[in-house]
């Protein structure tokens, strides 16, 4: 995890109080970017090496890529296990949500993310998957911890390797101490994201 650190726009933090837009509606203190370890080929065969442990503990019928930094990932780890491969697709194209082909019987499948925040990203391809297939597990890279929630929210099991805090730790004190509060702030909207009813709680 500490080499990921060292990879040019791996972790950027926002400065100040201006937060970074991740998507439209959620601005966060700090963007990590798997697409930056792109560019370091022994990173990502070391972390598709990790995914592999995690998920070799049972037999998959389909491997499910989420675009972007999942699909790398996806392709090695159905290439490894030898097991079909899927993309998802966050609009459909000639009816299909998936570039490739989902195996018809299909029964279960493995749903690679590279960082899993809400979960909102991975349950709009749970969504479709769930159509055919029953048995469905999300696995990431990086998770901001809601792993447990997200697993309960959404009816389906979630493994992944690193955990954001860990990451944070590893920042020199006086980073770590400016980010804190904003990763906590953040994480607490994460929570309401998920689970809309323990706002209030
Ligand atoms: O768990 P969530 O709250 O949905 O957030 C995690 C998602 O956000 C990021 O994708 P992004 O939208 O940046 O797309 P990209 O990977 O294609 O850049 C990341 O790659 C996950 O797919």
């Known amino acids: 995890m500490r080499d990921c650190l060292d990879v040019s726009g791996f972790l950027t933090l926002a400065e ?12 966060s203190p700090m963007r990590i970017s798997m697409k930056a370890a792109w560019t370091k080929p022994e990173l990502m065969s070391a972390i598709d090496e990790q995914l592999l442990i995690i998920n070799s503990d049972r037999s998959w019928d ?12 996806a392709v090695t780890l159905s290439r ?21 082909q989902i195996p018809h019987g299909a029964e279960s499948a493995l749903v690679v993310e590279d960082v899993l925040a809400s979960g909102a990203t ?6 479709e998957l769930r159509n055919n297939i029953p048995d469905v597990r999300v ?15 959404h009816a389906v099991e979630v493994t992944t390797l690193f955990r954001v805090d860990c990451l944070l730790k ?8 400016l980010i804190s509060e904003p990763y906590r702030n953040f994480r607490n909207r994460l929570v309401s994201e998920i689970d809309p009813a323990s706002k209030g709680r």
């Not at 100040?16 to 601005?27: A, C, F, L, Q, V």
């Not at 991975?122 to 969504?127: D, H, I, K």
């Open 139 to 153: 696995t990431a890279i990086f998770t901001y911890g809601m792993d447990s929630l997200i697993s309960t929210v």
């Open 170 to 177: 590893m920042l020199d004190p006086s980073t770590r101490q």
């Open 16 to 27: 100040g109080d201006t937060y970074i837009e991740i998507r439209p509606g959620r601005e």
């Open 122 to 127: 991975a349950s709009l391809c749970l969504a």
């Open 62 to 73: 389909v491997v499910v890529g989420i675009p972007y930094g999942g699909v790398p990932h």
């Open 80 to 100: 490894r296990l030898s097991v079909p491969l899927a993309i998802w697709r966050h609009e459909s194209k000639n009816g299909s949500q998936f570039a490739g």
